[in-house]
T-cell receptor, first 114, second 114 residues
Framework: AQSVTQPDIHITVSEGASLELRCNYS??????LFWYVQSPGQGLQLLLK??????LVQGIKGFEAEFKRSQSSFNLRKPSVHWSDAAEYFC????????????FGTGTRLQVTL | GAGVSQSPRYKVTKRGQDVALRCDPI?????LYWYRQALGQGPEFLTY????????KSGLPNDRFSAERPEGSISTLTIQRTEQRDSAMYRC????????????FGPGTRLTVT
């Protein structure tokens, strides 16, 4: 069964500092991978996705993520964090060929200090 | 265009009552998904539809939970004889289908069972 691990429950960074949020997945084939962001009172917004091809994918709001098959990882990065990036971030895997569901990690809460 | 909408946004009900949660997907989206998100967790899959057909209901926790999408557009998730453990955020998502795997989420319905 597919699974996603986000090892960091809570991360605090200073505004302007770089950010990396970790995501590891377990999946039997080439996965489809996603990062979503959830701001307070808001729904989940898709930041970026990886299906195939270039392993470095660009998303919205200046985020990028790199797929590393050898490490089963899909870490999210941003060179310079803004205070408005404070939110909860979820990594997800799926869907498979027979099941369209997404499997989410438990999320990483990002706090940004000024 | 309009995103996924859900109603009500907040629902407080007494234990033993039935509740119906509504999801209105993005116009033209074939696939519709229901997820449940407990505090501090990522969303967990409940069920999904292609058009009006329920393709997968493996995530529904028990037979008190049911969902329908009779005309292939709006969907209703019904919980009968609610219990306190049903309290959670219920999220709906939709996608274009046909190999377009990005899921777009609504704001969710916060259900509290007292």
């Amino acid at each position: 069964a597919q699974s996603v691990t986000q090892p960091d429950i809570h991360i605090t960074v200073s505004e302007g500092a770089s950010l990396e949020l970790r995501c590891n997945y377990s999946y039997g084939a080439t996965p489809y991978l996603f990062w979503y962001v959830q701001s307070p009172g808001q729904g989940l917004q898709l930041l970026l996705k990886y299906f195939s091809g270039d392993t470095l994918v660009q998303g919205i709001k200046g985020f990028e993520a790199e797929f590393k098959r050898s490490q089963s990882s899909f870490n999210l990065r941003k060179p310079s964090v803004h205070w408005s990036d404070a939110a909860e971030y979820f990594c997800a895997v799926g869907p498979t060929g027979t099941a369209s569901k997404l499997t989410f990690g438990t999320g990483t809460r990002l706090q940004v200090t000024l | 265009g309009a995103g996924v909408s859900q109603s009500p946004r907040y629902k407080v009900t007494k234990r033993g009552q039935d509740v119906a949660l509504r999801c209105d997907p993005i116009s033209g989206h074939v696939s519709l998904y229901w997820y449940r998100q407990a505090l501090g967790q990522g969303p967990e899959f409940l069920t999904y539809f292609n058009y009006e057909a329920q393709q997968d209901k493996s995530g529904l926790p028990n037979d008190r939970f049911s969902a329908e999408r009779p005309e292939g557009s709006i969907s209703t998730l019904t919980i009968q004889r609610t219990e306190q453990r049903d309290s959670a955020m219920y999220r709906c998502a939709s996608s274009l289908g046909g190999g377009a795997w990005e899921q777009y989420f609504g704001p969710g319905t916060r259900l509290t069972v007292t």
